[in-house]
């Protein structure tokens, strides 16, 4: 079974950085997007940024200038590195991807099961 493993969230003060990274737990045969959303208390869940496996990117307004996406076909992973963090990005945030597990099988969406992020002083 397949499954989007997160790390990197914590708490970190106004201002700070943070760098999220997430990759599947299994061998995989493909990846197609990777994105990276959150979810704050409250709220509905919102794309925060994508990027496909070509490298095109896609933002937030919110966090523009502020959040990099990247990943590493290689090893599977995408990365969301978080400068210039305010108390408003607290959130969980989630890992997405669109998966083919084997050659023989349809596109699946997957989900990490979300790390939170703490912008506070």
């Known amino acids: 079974q397949v499954q989007l493993v997160e790390s990197g969230g914590g708490l970190v003060q106004p201002g700070g950085s943070l760098r999220l990274s997430c990759a599947p737990s299994?061998?995989?045969?493909?990846?197609?997007?990777m994105a990276w959303y959150r979810q704050a208390p409250g709220k509905q869940r919102e794309l925060v940024a994508a990027?496909?496996?070509?490298?095109?990117?896609n933002y937030a307004d919110s966090v523009k200038g502020r959040f990099t996406i990247s990943r590493d076909n290689a090893k599977n992973t995408v990365y969301l590195q978080m400068n210039s963090l305010k108390p408003e990005d607290t959130a969980a945030y989630y890992c997405?991807?669109?998966?083919?597990?084997?050659?023989?099988?349809?596109?699946?969406?997957?989900w990490g099961q979300g790390t939170q992020v703490t912008v506070s002083s």
């Open positions: 990027i496909t496996s070509g490298g095109s990117t």
């Open positions: 299994g061998s995989i045969f493909s990846i197609d997007v």
């Open positions: 997405n991807a669109g998966i083919w597990v084997t050659r023989w099988e349809f596109r699946k969406d997957y």
